[in-house]
Nanobody, 123 residues
């Protein structure tokens, strides 16, 4: 019903910026809450940011607050994660996720997941 494809990852120096995109297929994109999660090797998947169906309310993990911005363009079926002032500890595989029941900070709540895009921050 919903397919998600992340893009925009890559290698960047500490202090730099990167913008991730998540393109969704399906006619009901605007009815889903969306989230970004990340996972580093040997670590558990952790919450990064979430946004409500209409894009009115957002929430961020403390580790990325004031540096990352989540947004969505429902007309384009796309959600974004703008990352600024990147740190080496931001290095991870970043996943986009969709939830029919609305936004959430809990990974297990989500219904659909993308394949992930790698972000590597060098010092």
């Amino acid at each position: 019903q919903v397919q998600l494809v992340e893009s925009g990852g890559g290698l960047v120096q500490a202090g730099g910026s990167l913008r991730l995109s998540c393109a969704a297929s399906g006619r009901t994109f605007s009815s889903y809450g969306m989230g970004w999660f990340r996972q580093a090797p040997g670590k558990e998947r952790e919450f990064v940011a979430t946004i409500t169906r209409g894009g009115t309310i957002t929430y961020y993990a403390d580790s990325v607050k004031d540096r990352f911005t989540i947004s969505r363009d429902n007309a384009k079926n796309t959600v974004y994660l703008q990352m600024k002032s990147l740190k080496p500890e931001d290095t991870a595989l970043y996943y986009c996720a969709a939830r029919a029941l609305g936004s959430s900070k809990t990974a297990s709540d989500y219904d659909y997941w993308g394949q992930g895009t790698q972000v590597t921050v060098s010092s």
